[in-house]
């Protein structure tokens, strides 16, 4: 390796896949959603690439998840980059104006807490509908999914059909999966605005 080069990420799972892409397209500026905080370790990676010009609004229905961003956040001196919402994602079109260069979201329950309050289908499908309308030209869309548990497999199979459903005129719409693993394996899908593209 050379010296000063930062090290290659290790892509063991969809989290650093999606952290990658993000780092591709997140610039100083941007203004970003991130849907679902939990422990805020994507709201803390949006936080340091939109830089002291850019701003991330961080959604989660639990008050012990966006406790645990901001401590996150504090802890590396990044809190007013962002704004926590406790709020449901399904409601962001109410409370924010496009254009957003990306919404993130990883579907689950947040790790440590009781697994009833996860991300549903039915209010997950309802954002996923409002971050379209909210992206700027080139946004993405960015939702790591979860079929490998009860409801989950429900609501990642839901998420795909949408997805897979959006014109191949206007968003450009990616799976990426690792393939030497169980068929249940968390995902990454990524939908990105092309509404603007002169690729028709
Ligand atoms: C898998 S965790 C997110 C992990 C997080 N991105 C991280 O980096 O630690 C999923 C989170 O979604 C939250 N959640 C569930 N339903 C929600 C909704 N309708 N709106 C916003 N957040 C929701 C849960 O409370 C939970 O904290």
Not at 35 to 47: I, P
Not at 60 to 65: F, M, R, T
Not at 75 to 101: F, I, K, N
Not at 105 to 126: D, I, Q
Request: glycine share 8%.
């Amino acid at each position: 390796m050379l010296a000063n080069q930062p090290p290659s990420p290790v892509l063991r799972g969809p989290v650093p896949l999606s952290h990658l892409l993000l780092r591709r397209f997140i610039q100083p500026g941007s203004r970003v959603i991130d849907a679902t905080c939990g422990n805020g370790k994507d709201t803390l990676l949006l936080a340091e690439l939109v830089g002291d010009a850019g701003h991330v609004w961080a959604f989660d229905i639990q008050q012990e998840a966006l406790d645990r961003t901001a401590q996150r956040l504090t802890d590396q001196s990044l809190l007013q980059r962002v704004s926590l919402l406790h709020a449901g994602h399904e409601c962001m079109q109410e409370l924010l104006e496009p254009p957003l260069q990306a919404v993130v979201f990883n579907l689950g329950w947040l790790p440590g807490a009781p697994r009833e309050v996860a991300t549903c289908t039915a209010t997950t499908l309802t954002a996923l509908e409002a971050s379209l309308q909210l992206l700027a030209p080139a946004g993405l869309v960015l939702i790591t999914c979860y079929p490998g548990h009860a409801g989950g497999d429900q609501e990642a199979a839901a998420v795909q059909e949408w997805a897979a459903s959006l014109s191949p005129r206007s968003y450009f719409v990616w799976r990426m999966g690792q393939l030497n693993v169980t068929s249940d394996a968390p995902f990454c899908l990524l939908i990105q605005d092309g509404r603007s593209s002169d690729v028709r």
